[in-house]
């Protein structure tokens, strides 16, 4: 009796080191404009070239404005690395989706998007969400930039095998309860180091019941609970997903099915929680376990430190319903897909943001950005006050110009909430779609049920 995990390990063992540690072969590498220059340059000092160019693909993302993207980048050291980019790719075949090509967008967007995320699969990228792609039954992890250079020069890696562990989530989630809010409830009773040194995959009805995005946003998240990633199991609804991208055979399909986790196989730790316990919910303190249901007070989470609460200006009888916002962030690899902005827009639709409040929507690709064209999302935001912006990493994190000035509150679809993550200073609040939504047309943090119909 197998895992899933493991049936896709074992089929990519080249070869066995030592017991426990394994030379894996990578099926698919993805690589942006950050974590790869130096690994670049160490393939020029030796002489090599990239072993599989076919197997890498390359996006600009992390440096890139979200305005103006037919203008030279004005920060130095981002059109340094974007330009590093595109010479690197050019200089060793690999293909790149920079600016303004119809394709580009986040890593984690575009490669299930375009089909280059398939089950079954090793999928590997100088990005700790890299987990995303799990959402596919694959499996997918970060990697340092010495291992970007090693998958370049060999499509391998040296890997640790990691221990096993399953999550389940079984029954009927609460009015407002999106992907978003399930990963971030998970985390807060798990907390940042809860899966060290695990593989999680996710079990039960809520994650089958999931669309693939929402998948998505529950694996990208894994990372923040410590674990080396996240899978979901293959069905119809991962088989849908690709097909429609992609031409697939039913031999294909079949062997993808057959790699699902055997009945009574064994995990090394396993986790069970009720959805019915599961509400909206919103982080205050500075990482990610330190979420709580929006009707709780900051001392209600239960990994929130003094530290913390200094950082964010609270008090720990704070009700977080009750705490004003400036900024509001709807966009990066945890929540930039179609489904995140048409969300949002559903509440948005028909009322005006708060003043006071300044609000982003950054779609998580140029396809995303088109689709939203399309079912005019757009003018839905744009008609609400909110800055409808071009893709990329955008506010997520302080590496381009979109930051959260010092001291000001955001209310953030991303995935972090770090001191400084967002610029220094910056507080920072992780919620769902439709709660960021709903705070920015109040001004203060808001349960998105209101909202709903």
Same mark, same amino acid.
């Given at each position: ?8 390990w ?24 950050? /974590? %790869?220059?130096?690994?670049?340059? =160490?393939?020029?000092?030796? $002489? ?5 160019? *076919?197997?890498? +693909? #390359? ?16 920060d ?53 969400? /890299? %987990?995303?792609?799990?959402?596919? =039954?694959?499996?997918?992890? $970060?990697?340092g930039t010495?291992?970007? *250079?090693?998958? +370049? #020069? ?29 990963v971030?409830?998970?985390i ?28 998505m ?41 057959a ?26 303190g ?9 009707s ?22 704070d009700?977080?319903?009750q ?31 708060a ?60 995935n ?38």
């Amino acid at each position: 009796m197998k895992t899933l995990f493991d049936k896709i390990w074992d089929k990519h063992v080249v070869k066995s080191i030592t017991e426990g540690v394994d030379v894996v072969f990578i099926d698919q590498h993805f690589i942006h404009e950050v /974590t %790869s220059p130096q690994a670049f340059n =160490g393939l020029r000092e030796k $002489g090599q070239k990239v072993f599989r160019p *076919e197997r890498t +693909l #390359a996006t600009a993302d992390h440096n890139v404005p979200t305005i103006n993207q037919h203008l030279p980048i004005k920060d130095k050291a981002s059109f340094h690395q974007v330009e590093s980019l595109t010479n690197n790719c050019k200089e060793f075949g690999v293909e790149l989706f920079g600016i303004g090509h119809k394709n580009q967008g986040i890593v984690h967007v575009i490669g299930p998007d375009l089909g280059k995320t398939q089950p079954g699969m090793t999928i590997v990228c100088g990005d700790s969400h /890299t %987990s995303t792609h799990g959402a596919f =039954g694959a499996i997918a992890f $970060g990697i340092g930039t010495s291992q970007v *250079e090693q998958v +370049l #020069a060999s499509q391998c890696l040296v890997l640790n095998r990691p221990k096993s562990m399953k999550i389940e989530v079984n029954g009927t989630l609460n009015k407002g309860v999106t992907a978003k809010d399930v990963v971030l409830y998970i985390i807060s009773k798990l907390g940042t180091e809860g899966g060290t040194g695990f593989f999680v995959e996710y079990v039960g009805n809520v994650f089958s019941e999931m669309s693939m995005e929402e998948r998505m946003t529950v694996c990208n998240m894994s990372i923040e609970m410590g674990a080396r990633g996240g899978m979901v199991g293959i069905d119809e609804v991962t088989i849908n997903y690709v097909q429609s991208r992609v031409h697939l055979s039913e031999d294909k399909i079949e062997g993808w099915k057959a790699l699902n986790t055997d009945d009574g196989a064994e995990f090394d730790k396993s986790v069970r929680f009720n959805a019915t316990d599961i509400y909206p919910m919103i982080t205050v303190g500075t990482a990610p376990d330190t979420g709580i249901t929006i009707s709780k007070t900051v001392d209600d989470a239960a990994f929130i430190t003094e530290k913390a609460k200094k950082y964010m200006g609270f008090n720990g009888e704070d009700k977080i319903n009750q705490q004003e916002i400036d900024f509001v962030f709807i966009g990066s690899c945890t929540n930039g897909r179609i489904e995140d902005l048409r969300a949002a827009a559903e509440i948005i639709k028909g009322h005006k943001k708060a003043e006071k409040v300044e609000a982003w929507v950054v779609p998580g690709s140029m396809k995303v950005r088109e689709e939203a064209i399309e079912e005019g999302l757009d003018k839905i935001f744009i008609d609400a006050g909110f800055e409808f912006r071009e893709p990329g990493c955008s506010a997520c994190l302080a590496m381009n110009d979109d930051k959260i000035p010092s001291g000001a509150i955001c209310v953030s679809t991303s995935n972090r909430n770090f001191e400084g993550r967002q610029g220094e200073g910056a507080r920072t609040l992780l919620s769902s779609p439709i709660t960021a939504a709903a705070s920015a047309l109040t001004g203060r943090v808001t349960d998105p049920t209101k909202y709903l119909n």
